[in-house]
């Protein structure tokens, strides 16, 4: 039997918090995935499909930043959905600045699979 949207939720917010996002998509993303940035990064669509292409967001995103502490706050269901809160303290490699990220993500659950991620912040 499937996982329901909760259940996904609690374990992709326990994973977070062990800095073990990769297992997290890895586990809980469906292949199909479909992911949507607030904002595009440097270089990159703010909408992508699959999860290759989700996995090589994240590694971009992990090589290009520098995380000095994160917080993860969740999940709050609602229906085939939850949203978590995450807040970071990074520097970006690139131009060596140090910003707080705050950031709420809205997953989408069908059948025990996280099927589309939005991610909602302020843009520069």
């Known amino acids: 039997m499937a996982m329901s949207c909760l259940e996904v939720g609690k374990k992709l917010v326990a994973l977070c918090k062990d800095h073990k996002e990769n297992e997290a998509m890895q586990s809980l993303y469906h292949t199909d995935i479909v992911s949507i940035e607030a904002?595009?990064?440097?270089?990159?669509?703010?909408?992508?499909?699959?999860?290759?292409?989700?996995?090589?967001?994240?590694?971009?995103?992990?090589?290009?930043?520098?995380?000095?502490?994160?917080?993860?706050?969740?999940?709050?269901?609602?229906?085939?959905?939850?949203?978590?809160?995450?807040?970071?303290?990074?520097?970006?490699?690139?131009?060596?600045?140090?910003?707080?990220?705050?950031e709420v993500a809205l997953y989408t659950v069908k059948d025990g699979k996280v099927v589309k991620e939005e991610f909602f912040y302020v843009t520069g």
Do not use: C
């Open 39 to 102: 904002g595009g990064p440097a270089g990159m669509p703010r909408e992508m499909k699959g999860l290759a292409a989700v996995q090589g967001k994240a590694k971009w995103w992990q090589e290009n930043h520098e995380v000095h502490s994160s917080k993860v706050e969740g999940p709050f269901p609602h229906e085939d959905r939850f949203a978590v809160r995450f807040t970071y303290d990074v520097t970006m490699k690139a131009n060596k600045q140090r910003i707080t990220m705050d």
